[in-house]
């Protein structure tokens, strides 16, 4: 029986998948249990997978790979991953070594102690100002939207029961989170702080606006919320406008007609359309949704199985 999955996805990572596979192995075997090693291509155009069948040979019984026919992003990789798993605890991780495989006793360690998710915590986090910032302010709103409070929903270097894994499995959602999902399912969590290294080899999958659609992923995938924070926002709106209105007219009586302030008039109006279209962009997200989800596709394709 397999006691460790370990599940990494991997886009283009053939210059670090050496160094991630020796020093994965080595951190599971210390734990002294039966434990697999799955590798997600997610339709790689480097020589990944061909590196990855190479170190399949090289560690015979203990390295999966499953393939996919083209890119369908770092979460469905993991879900491949999740539906082929057989250990009875499952860690993810990032093939390019910014989350040490070291840390994996310690994610192991805490899920024995009873938790259902045992998330990693990148304190120290090795990423650009621009990755940094923005994430600060996702991960409290994701605190919000998804109801339990974590400081760092980005981080992949995560352990899993089985049974959030089953049950994330049962969803079938066209897009997810995986952090998120889980959480949402778990009745125990911990967070754990853990290293975060810069990337080994090669750069960054994620450019700004696969970051932004993530992003998006994650706060109106898991709750209405946005949608009803901005009707009440248009309820207070509309109650400074008659304020407003009720304002000028005691004015008029008063001061008598003025046609001052066009261009102040002009710049509150940008704001306000700027506004409606961040609405309907907002609406729009909701129906994409649900559009992707009525269309019923297959997440992804599995091009090719090695076991
Ligand atoms: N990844 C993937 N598919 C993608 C993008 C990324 O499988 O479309 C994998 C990537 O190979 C790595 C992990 O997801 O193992 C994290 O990606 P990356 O390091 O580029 O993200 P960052 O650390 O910049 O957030
Ligand atoms: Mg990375």
């Known amino acids: 029986m397999t006691d460790l999955s370990i599940v990494v996805p991997v886009y283009n990572e ?12 080595t951190s599971a075997q210390s734990l002294d249990r039966p434990f697999e090693l799955i590798l997600v291509d997610d339709g790689s155009q480097d020589n990944s997978w061909a590196v990855m069948e190479r170190l399949q ?47 994996i006793p310690n994610l192991v360690q805490k899920i024995e102690e009873g938790y259902d998710v045992v998330a990693g915590w990148r304190e120290d986090r090795k990423d650009i100002f621009l990755r940094t910032w923005p994430s600060w302010l996702v991960n409290r709103v994701a605190s919000v939207v998804v109801g339990v409070a974590q400081n760092d929903y980005g981080c992949m270097l995560r352990a899993y029961t089985r049974d959030i894994v089953d049950q994330i499995n ?33 750069r960054s999958k994620y450019n700004l606006f696969r970051l932004f659609r993530l992003n998006f992923d994650l706060v ?31 004015r008029r009586l008063i001061v008598g007609p003025e046609v001052e302030g066009v261009f102040t008039l002009f710049s509150i109006l940008f704001v306000f359309i700027g506004l409606q279209i961040l609405v309907l962009g907002l609406l729009g997200e909701y129906i994409g949704r649900i559009y992707h989800e009525v269309r019923r596709r ?10």
């Open 14 to 25: 053939a210059v670090n998948l050496e160094e991630l596979v020796r020093r994965t192995l």
């Open 57 to 103: 040979e090289a560690h015979p019984g203990v390295i999966r790979l499953v393939g996919f026919n083209r890119n369908y992003g770092q979460h469905m990789a993991v879900l491949a991953g999740f539906e082929r798993v057989r250990g009875r605890i499952v860690v993810t991780l990032d093939a390019d070594l910014q989350n040490p495989p070291e840390e």
């Open 170 to 202: 049962q969803c079938g959602e066209a897009s997810t989170y995986i952090p998120a999902l889980a959480n949402t399912f778990a009745r125990r969590t911990a967070e754990i702080r853990v290293r975060h290294a810069g990337r080994q080899g090669g």
């Open 220 to 250: 109106t995938g898991y709750s209405l919320l946005p949608l009803q924070l901005v009707s009440f926002l248009g309820i207070l709106i509309a109650l400074a406008g008659v304020g407003f209105g009720l304002f000028l007219f005691v």
């Open 298 to 307: 297959p997440r992804y394709f599995i091009r090719r199985v090695k076991e």
